[in-house]
């Protein structure tokens, strides 16, 4: 258990709707980082938030908006869905920007 | 942007055989990270790096960060079944060390 809680587990939605996935980061850490995985793929890295504010950003869609909260945890907003946004989504979190990530056990996003 | 080459993309071995995987950059690195994905599950931190030349061992793992820093070697000795999974390098640059650049991963299959 890496401390770090992400929810929900799984999450089947139609094209065109909205979704909110939840993220607490390990009890310390300040920054949370968001990635995607597709079917095969390697870690793609969407967005990084430290200690409330946005860090940096990776290849997240115009569609998918972030927040980390004054209580450190984080949502990411996917609306519009696509049948292409179907993957699992991980959230990772660490003590400092840069420093060792340790990632939740994900939301499976299953878009029909 | 910067960008870590790991190979091999994927690869399929006999229980007992000894595995090598490395990654490697055209820039100098601070710090070199190796994760295990298990199928389903999040990356899980294996071993950590900080010191060019250093030789890490966790079990039948050992990693090594490379001299020149510009690389880095992670060997499986004597594989076995539950060694399956998808291994990931990261690594922090010198030139910015709040950011974490992840390789594309190796796939790894045991055949029992």
């Known amino acids: 258990d890496s401390g770090v809680t992400q929810t929900p587990k799984h999450l089947i939605t139609a094209t065109g709707q909205r979704v909110t996935l939840r993220c607490s980061p390990r009890?310390?850490?300040?920054?949370v980082y968001w990635y995607q995985q597709s079917l095969d793929q390697g870690l793609q890295f969407l967005i990084q938030?430290?200690?409330?504010?946005?860090?940096a950003k990776g290849n997240i869609l115009e569609r998918f908006s972030a927040q980390q909260f004054p209580d450190l945890h984080s949502e990411l907003n996917l609306s519009s869905l696509e049948l292409g946004d179907s993957a699992l989504y991980f959230c990772?979190?660490?003590?400092?920007?840069?420093?060792?990530?340790?990632f939740g056990p994900g939301t499976r996003l299953t878009v029909l | 942007g910067q960008q870590l080459n790991q190979s091999p993309q994927s690869m399929f071995i006999q229980e007992g055989e000894d595995v090598s995987m490395n990654c490697t950059s055209s820039?100098?690195?601070?710090?070199w990270l190796w994760y295990k994905q298990d199928p389903g599950e999040g990356p899980v931190l294996l071993i950590a790096?900080?010191?060019a030349g250093e030789l890490t061992s966790n079990g039948r793992l050992t990693a090594q960060f490379g001299i020149t820093r510009k690389d880095s070697f992670l060997n499986i000795s004597a594989s076995i079944p539950s060694d399956v999974g998808i291994y990931f390098c990261?690594?922090?640059?010198?030139?910015?060390?709040?950011?974490?650049?992840w390789g594309l991963g190796t796939s790894l299959a045991v055949n029992p």
């Open positions: 990772a979190s660490s003590l400092g920007p840069g420093d060792e990530q340790f």
């Open positions: 009890s310390g850490d300040l920054s």
């Open positions: 938030y430290y200690n409330g504010e946005e860090r």
């Open positions: 820039s100098i690195f601070n710090t």
């Open positions: 790096l900080y010191k």
């Open positions: 990261a690594g922090q640059p010198r030139s910015n060390n709040r950011k974490l650049i």
